[in-house]
């Protein structure tokens, strides 16, 4: 249990990153706007051994989205605001809606970004 945060994030102060009963890993350059919320745990579902949320390298997060526990955010992607994201996204996608869908498939950025 717990957070681990990778390097040269942003991470707004009124963000939530609930970790009170299970694991949050964030990867390098990540940027989570106001009003965020980060689950890892839902009244709903029990938390098991090994379920993380995982936040991969250079995502950013839009004001008031939601990331329901366990799922996984690949690196490159963008989350719209007011997002629901209660399943993986791949990378390099732009997800917005809720529930969170993508909409869109970015271009792979320059080698210092992959």
């Known amino acids: 249990m717990g957070i681990s945060?990778?390097?040269?994030?942003?991470?707004?102060?009124?963000?939530?990153?609930?970790?009170?009963?299970?694991?949050?890993?964030?990867?390098?350059?990540?940027?989570?706007?106001?009003?965020?919320?980060?689950?890892?745990?839902?009244?709903?579902?029990?938390?098991?051994e090994g379920n993380k949320t995982i936040i991969e390298d250079y995502v950013r997060i839009f004001v008031n989205a939601v990331v329901i526990p366990g799922v996984k955010i690949g690196k490159n992607s963008i989350i719209g605001a007011g997002s629901v994201v209660m399943k993986d996204i791949p990378p390099y996608s732009l997800a917005m809606g809720n529930p969170a869908r993508v909409v869109q498939q970015l271009d792979k950025p320059s080698k210092e970004n992959s």
């Open 5 to 48: 945060i990778g390097k040269k994030c942003y991470i707004s102060l009124n963000a939530h990153i609930d970790v009170r009963r299970g694991e949050i890993v964030i990867g390098d350059n990540v940027s989570i706007s106001s009003g965020t919320y980060i689950l890892s745990h839902a009244g709903f579902v029990p938390v098991t």
